[in-house]
C-alpha cells in the first residue's frame, strides 16, 4: 500500500515538473520574441526616425514614430 502511494505522488511530482517546464520555455519563448522587436529597429517613414520594432505603428507594412505622422502619411495618398 505504501509503495502506491509512492508511485503516486512520484508521478504526481512528475507531471507538475513537466508542466512547470512547459510553462517555462513558453514564458521564455514570449520574452525572447518581444526582445527581438525591441532590438529589431524601423525607420519611420515620415520623418526617417528610427525606433524599436515594439514601439512602432504599422500600416500596410510601413511603420511610423507616431499616430500623427502615420495620419500625415495616409493624408498623402
Ligand atoms: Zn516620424
Not at 515538473?17 to 526582445?35: G, P, T
Not at 524601423?42 to 507616431?66: M, N, T, Y
Request: aromatic letters at 6%.
Amino acid at each position: 500500500m505504501n509503495l502506491i502511494r509512492l508511485i503516486v505522488i512520484a508521478l504526481i511530482i512528475y507531471l507538475l515538473i513537466q508542466i512547470v517546464k512547459r510553462w517555462l520555455a513558453n514564458k521564455n519563448a514570449q520574452a525572447s520574441s518581444q526582445q527581438d522587436k525591441l532590438k529589431n529597429m524601423v525607420r519611420c517613414k515620415v520623418c526617417q526616425l528610427h525606433i524599436p520594432e515594439a514601439e512602432a505603428l504599422q500600416r500596410d507594412g510601413d511603420f511610423f514614430c507616431s499616430q500623427e505622422h502615420l495620419n500625415l502619411n495616409s493624408e498623402q495618398d
